[in-house]
């Protein structure tokens, strides 16, 4: 339905009140200044003087001028009290004139009048706050209404052409719209479709796009919600709420909900210390009440999405509730390619940019990651007026997303300058021996982001989803190869490495008590238990081992990170005219592509083969 002409009609509406109401005040107010009202006494002595021009009597009121004005005013009233008074008008030559006295009605009008503006601005008032309080209607009943937005299905263009990198996820959700399309054929055989089906996945990975994608496809009304909509300061407002969509739903199906962020409504109940009943807790058991109330045939399916499951209470997640877990993941190599076709559509990318080669710099991309990869591509080259955006232009796109922003105005020492070119040399020869499958994208030394002085970038070859205990050792020993460096050239040490050795020491510890890769403490997992109320590991209680295992846990830890850099110095000892040949160049070009770094890896000769994932980093 259109509702442009009421809405156009309600706001020209109100604008006329609003002017009615000022132009009555201001009435008021300019007739109160202007009429100074004067006792019958003081009348008279005016009339004696000649001090009166004219008047107007209206029954028992008086309306006068005055020939001059007195005490600065120039018009007066009065009341009128016995005919002697109106006999002297004659004597002392006072033009007047008389208008019939006004009606009980017309007295009752006046009266009437700004009660009834005063009683109509309180109303228009309250239903402007209230409406956005109550995020629907236009009374102080809205509060409890859903603020779901509905889309028809002329609104919702999306369409799974739109949507790549999730091929998987697609097809288990196809169905969907088949049953929506025809309900008889789902349910031929007794099937019947899942109530609602809880898409999760990482931010950016396209959940929400999905949801529209199914709704665009199957041509039905689709409500869009968060949860975080639900919950109000007021208590009963969110499950009011609730019930106001799925009564809205059941109006318009076959029809599509879809609650974004469902663990801020749907977290995991708990008992209070203090007692006494949440709102959010009200809310969600309204959400249970509600699925558990309405069949599918009905033709409503609820989709959800988050990226904490873990959140999400247990009973909303049995069966007859979310039956389904879709996950969405990022994209793969496959997937990013399709992607960035997808939004390439949108720019105008010049012949030369390949996109395969985009795909595999952009490893653990999300979805999002990759159309802001290419919006800021177009960015950059819309400031250096360039025709097309070029292949550099993403480059550069995505060593601002990796690395951050670059910060020309900060000039490093020429002492600062040496130390962190051998660090970052030391990350990319240490990285290209030990990494054959990984090739280093580039090094370089001008300051980036939060306090990053330099940057190396490696890429993985090939797409990886296991690694081995030899992986993560050759890791530690990329990431550490830059304090190596230093040690070697200076003999002393910088605090540059803190983000290498934080991310060393983490490896080292999810090797000793997760995967259980050390023969001394077995194959046994350490790792602390996930509380199911808390997005995080436990911060209280005893740990699963007694305090010489954690002793034997640190030390094992530490000879892991201390073997990792003994073999980057050993590694870069044997090299060193190699390393000081290549800082040397680093110094003075401050930047070094791939191009650039294969005459000094040439040089560095047969290295032990190893692979490993995506290394960036970051000299702080």
């Not at 259109?2 to 009435?27: E, G, M």
């Not at 949507?163 to 169905?175: F, I, K, P, T």
């Not at 969110?238 to 599509?256: H, M, N």
């Not at 870069?572 to 592509?593: I, K, V, Y």
Request: aromatic content about 8%; some cysteine; overall charge neutral.
């Amino acid at each position: 339905m259109d509702t442009t002409h009421d809405k156009k009609f309600s706001v020209n509406f109100y604008h006329l009140f609003l002017a009615l109401v000022v132009f009555f005040l201001v009435r008021s107010c300019l007739q109160d200044a202007s009429q100074k009202r004067i006792g019958t006494s003081e009348f008279k002595q005016h009339l004696e003087r000649g001090a009166v021009k004219s008047v107007v009597i209206q029954g028992e009121k008086v309306s006068g001028i005055f020939v001059r004005p007195v005490k600065g005013e120039t018009t007066f009233t009065t009341t009128l009290v016995g005919p002697e008074v109106a006999a002297q008008f004659d004597k002392y030559k006072v033009p007047y004139n008389g208008l019939e006295a006004s009606s009980a009605m017309g007295s009752l009008a006046l009266f009437l009048l700004p009660t009834l503006i005063l009683i109509g601005f309180w109303y228009f008032v309250l239903r402007r706050g209230l409406k956005g309080m109550g995020g629907g209607g236009g009374s102080f009943m809205s509060v409890g209404k859903s603020k779901a937005k509905i889309y028809v299905e002329t609104d919702t263009k999306t369409t799974f052409r739109d949507v790549a990198g999730a091929d998987e996820a697609l097809e288990e959700l196809r169905e969907v719209t088949t049953f929506l399309k025809n309900a008889d054929k789902t349910s031929a055989l007794g099937g019947k479709m899942p109530k609602g089906i809880l898409l999760v996945g990482s931010p950016g990975t396209g959940k929400t796009l999905i949801a529209k994608a199914i709704a665009g496809e199957a041509g039905v009304p689709f409500f869009s919600t968060s949860g975080a909509e639900f919950v109000e300061m007021f208590v009963g407002v969110g499950a009011a709420r609730v019930r106001d969509l799925f009564e809205q739903a059941k109006k318009a199906s076959p029809c599509i909900i879809f609650i974004d962020e469902l663990d801020a409504m749907g977290k995991t109940r708990h008992s209070s210390i203090m007692g006494g009943n949440d709102e959010k807790e009200q809310t969600l058991n309204q959400l249970l009440v509600e699925m558990d109330g309405f069949d599918t045939q009905g033709g409503i399916i609820i989709l959800a999405a988050t990226n904490r499951p873990e959140m999400i209470d247990p009973a909303l997640l049995r069966a007859g509730r979310f039956d389904r877990q879709v996950v969405v993941d990022r994209p793969d190599r496959k997937g990013r390619i399709d992607i960035l076709s997808i939004h390439l559509r949108k720019v105008k990318a010049s012949t030369a940019v390949n996109v395969d080669s985009l795909a595999g710099l952009t490893p653990g991309f999300s979805g999002a990651d990759l159309a802001n990869l290419v919006n800021e591509a177009a960015l950059i080259a819309t400031r250096e007026d360039s025709p097309a955006v070029e292949m550099d232009h993403f480059t550069r796109a995505m060593e601002r997303m990796v690395a951050g922003i670059e910060k020309k105005s900060k000039v490093l020492l020429p002492k600062e300058k040496e130390i962190v070119s051998y660090h970052e040399m030391g990350h990319a020869l240490v990285g290209h021996g030990f990494s054959h499958n990984d090739r280093v994208h580039k090094v370089s030394i001008i300051p980036h982001g939060f306090g990053a002085m330099g940057y190396t970038i490696q890429h993985p070859t090939e797409e990886r989803y296991l690694m081995t205990k030899e992986d993560l050792e050759n890791k530690m020993t990329v990431l550490l190869a830059g304090r190596a460096s230093e040690t070697l050239v200076f003999g002393n040490l910088s605090t540059g490495a803190s983000d290498d050795l934080a991310r060393a020491t983490t490896i080292a510890r999810e090797m000793v008590m997760r995967f259980g890769m050390t023969n001394e403490l077995g194959f046994v997992s350490y790792e602390a238990p996930t509380s199911p109320f808390l997005d995080a590991k436990e911060s209280f209680g005893r740990p699963g081992f007694s305090n010489e295992t954690a002793r034997e846990i640190d030390e094992a830890v530490k000879t892991m990170v201390m073997a990792a850099y003994r073999r980057a110095l050993d590694f870069l000892g044997a090299r060193r005219p190699l390393l000081d040949c290549a800082a040397h160049t680093l110094m003075e070009r401050e930047t070094l592509n791939e191009e650039e770094l294969k005459e000094f890896f040439a040089q560095l000769g047969p290295g032990p083969n190893a692979r490993s994932t995506e290394i960036v980093s970051i000299h702080h």
